[in-house]
Structures are given as structure tokens and as C-alpha cells.
């Protein structure tokens, strides 16, 4: 789906939002109408409070929304849309309340609060439209939201209609519309150009393993972002039981991901050298499966001994992180769906990261504050590395214990990177229960954060 700011018009219905602080202030304001009309729906501009105000003939008149106390506000995000979700269908034009660094982001919730997941079913009624507010650039926010919207509906797409195949397309459209250019690396081709886990991941299945290669722009840093492309994870023969098998057709998450967060830096023209690598696999069962207890040995030379073949995703990624290695970018980022220990640790809200790079690390930070998009740096722990390493290969995907199994799976990782900027994220990539702006499904996590990063990196 497609949404964007909507066109200013007459009719267009004039929006205030008042705080609980600014609220007194503002009711002594209005008419003895408006007052009594306010308080007959206790609105004193709590978070998520919407009222609308009734011209003579029942038409509506105008809006007011609550935005709460700084307290409330730091428990949440995306306030506007908490509170636009409750106004009928219209276009809204707000006219105050927002403090300035605050409106792109509310700006981008309450688009983002429209978006609904309406590929099987009948689309849903209208929502309360936003005329985009002075000072926020349309064109930034409608890209930012464009990107977002893509991640939700790759995700939200059931593996019936999201295969390897239904990826390389999607992949293809976003090169398309940009005029970026692709590479396909196909089944047998990826043993042949020496991608072997990639392959053996994939070989089960009847849809084959691929490693997708876009690359977009000529000038400026060498980005380079890695997105776990496991279209549906069966476990392979360590098989999932079938509640972990539930939402497995998010499982090429963090692919969903990079892919949104590329369409994000291509749609505001960032003046980089981007590059996409998405190894799109499905982990399945046959006769032809990896198995517990084989040894791989990967693109870099590292073996590997293989002790969970539900473990798959670290090693479809070794091989497409040493390939991205090898390029020299300036900075490499990977995205997945990697472990269950990271929603364990931080919850499924919070998107944990892992970086060696101070500088990268207080970007990060600043970047994910300044855009409401949460981030939790967990650490490259160096005692650990002992974990990873069996006695019968270089490394294990799979080391027993059931002990810091995100940080074991990234320290797995870094094992297949030399470059010193490298940012690993194990994303969750859901949202378990609707909020603002953010309904139950597919949702990114950190690219808006990582968008801040490369923007203000150039304008250094």
C-alpha cells in the first residue's frame, strides 16, 4: 500500500494539540461552547485524548488532541497516532502543540498509524488523514515511510507468496524503480562462486537458495547491508515444534529490512555507494538436509560444526558477510531474525545491537533518540569466544548450554569480518500486540536510526 501526506484543501479540518501542562491555558481560550463541549468528554490533554469540536450544522469544526506530560510521552512513541486513530475519516491540519523536534517523528506515526496489511482481505475504511505540518519536508517523510511500509508487507507476507523467488522480485522492483543495478547468484551457482553455506542451507528445499546482490549510487561512503533472507525456517531436521514454527514467515526479517531501509536512502538521494546483500533460502526438510554433526566449511575457509541445523541463519550470513568483506565497504551492517535469546534480553520493542566502533555506537545512540526508534548495544564479549569454538571444527553454530545465546551467535558473526565499522542487529521484527502506529505484524526495527546515522555522517 501507499501512503502520503494528504492534499491541502478548504475543507481541511483545523487541529490544536494541548498538553496537560499547556491544557488550562488553552480551554480559557475558547468560547463558553467550546469549554462545555470539552469538558463533557473529560479531555484535559491526556496522551492519546482526541476530541472533535462541532460546527452549527453537526459538521466538524475542528480537532483537539492530548499530548500528555513529558512523563507519559517517555513511555511511549508515536503520541499523534495514538490519538488520530480515534478521529473519524478527514483531513486534519495541525495547527500547534508539537515541539519542533518532535513533529517529523509524530509526523511519520501518524501516517504510519494508517498503514493496515490488506492483501487478503477486503481494505479497510478510511482513516483521519494529515496535511503535512510546516516545517517537516513531505518528500523525506513520505520516503521514510515508503521504506517502513515495505518492510511491514515482506514480513506480513505468509511463505506461501514470500519464497526466495517472491524476495529476488521484490528486491528487483525496489532496483527498478531507483535505477539500481542486481545480481543473482542461483543454486548452483552459489557453489560454483563459492557460497557454500548459502547453499547447503537451501539445498532442501524446492524453492533454491539465492544470494541477492544490489548495489545503487556511485559517489560518497561504501555501505554495504547484509539482511537474513530465510524465507520459512522449519528448524531442518532439528525440527521446530510447532509453536516456535508460528511466525516463522517473518524469519527473513532483517532482509525485509535492509531492503526498507534501502528504499529509505534511495528515495532521499543520500550521496553513498549502497549495496545489498540478501542470501533468500528456506530452511526444509529432505533427504538432501544438512544434518547435526556435519562440518561446513564456509567462503572465508572457517569450518564449521554444525550442532542445531535451527541454527541456520549465522550461516547463511557468514558466507554473504565475507562477500560483503571483501568489497572494502566503509561500513558493513547485517540485520536478522537471529536468536530467541535477544527477544529474551531486551524484549521485542527493543532492537539489540553490537558494535566494536565508538564513534558508530554514539551516532547510533543520538540517531536512535532523535527518531523514537529504540536501540540496545549488547556486547562483542571476547571470554566468550571459547564458546564457539568445538573441538572438531574452527567454529560451532550452536554451542551447548542455552548460555548469552545472542551474543555467542554475534561473536559467530564477527568471526567472518575484518572491517573494523561492522554493526550487527538481531532484530525481533513484530509487533506482538498492536500500539501507535505500529499494528499487530511485520514491523521495522532500526532502520529509521540507522537512516539519521548515514545522513548526518555526510553532512560532516
Known sequence: MSITFATSNSNAISTA??????????????????????????????LGQAVVLPNDDGTIGGAVLG????????????????????????????????????????TIGWLLGQYRFDRYKA?????????????VDANRVEAIVAGEILTRDLINTPSSDMGPDELEQSLSAVAKEFGASTEIILDQELLDQNFPMIHTVGRASNRRPRLLDMRWGTEGPKITLVGKGVCFDTGGLNIKPGGSMGLMKKDMGGAAAVLGLA??????????????????????????????????????????????????????????????????????????????????????????YYSDDIAMVEALENGAAN??????????????????????????????GGFAGSITAALFLRRFVENPRYMHFDIYGWQPAAAPARPKGGVGQATRALLDVFSNMLDV
Not at 72 to 84: M, S, V
Not at 384 to 397: C, F, K, Q, S, T
Request: net charge negative; with cysteine.
Open 263 to 352: 528504499k529509505m536512502i534511495m528515495g532521499l538521494g543520500l550521496n553513498v555507494q549502497l549495496r545489498v546483500l540478501i542470501p533468500a533460502v528456506e530452511n526444509a526438510i529432505d533427504g538432501s538436509a544438512f544434518r547435526p554433526q556435519d562440518v561446513l566449511t564456509s567462503r572465508k575457509g572457517l569450518t564449521v560444526e554444525i550442532n542445531n541445523t535451527d541454527a541456520e541463519g549465522r550461516l547463511v550470513l557468514a558466507d554473504a558477510l565475507t562477500y560483503a568483506d571483501e568489497d572494502n565497504p566503509d561500513i558493513i551492517v547485517s540485520m536478522a531474525t537471529l536468536t530467541g535469546a535477544a527477544r529474551v534480553a531486551v524484549g521485542p520493542d527493543l532492537a539489540p
Open 123 to 135: 481494505k479497510a475504511a478510511a482513516k483521519a488523514e494529515l496535511i503535512c505540518p510546516k516545517d
Open 67 to 106: 499530548y500528555g506530560t513529558k512523563a507519559t510521552r517517555a513511555r511511549g512513541r508515536f503520541h499523534l497516532a495514538a490519538a488520530a486513530a480515534k478521529l473519524p475519516a478527514g483531513v486534519y491540519d495541525i495547527q500547534s502543540g508539537v515541539p519542533y523536534e518532535a513533529l517529523e517523528t509524530e
Open 371 to 400: 527518531v523514537a526508534d529504540p536501540v540496545w548495544r549488547m556486547p562483542f564479549y571476547e571470554p566468550y569466544e571459547g564458546m564457539i569454538e568445538p573441538d572438531v571444527a574452527d567454529l560451532d553454530n550452536a554451542p551447548k
Open 17 to 46: 494539540v494541548v498538553s496537560v501542562d499547556d491544557f488550562p491555558s488553552w480551554l480559557s481560550e475558547q468560547n463558553e461552547r467550546t469549554k462545555g463541549w470539552i469538558n463533557s468528554f473529560g479531555f484535559i490533554g491526556g
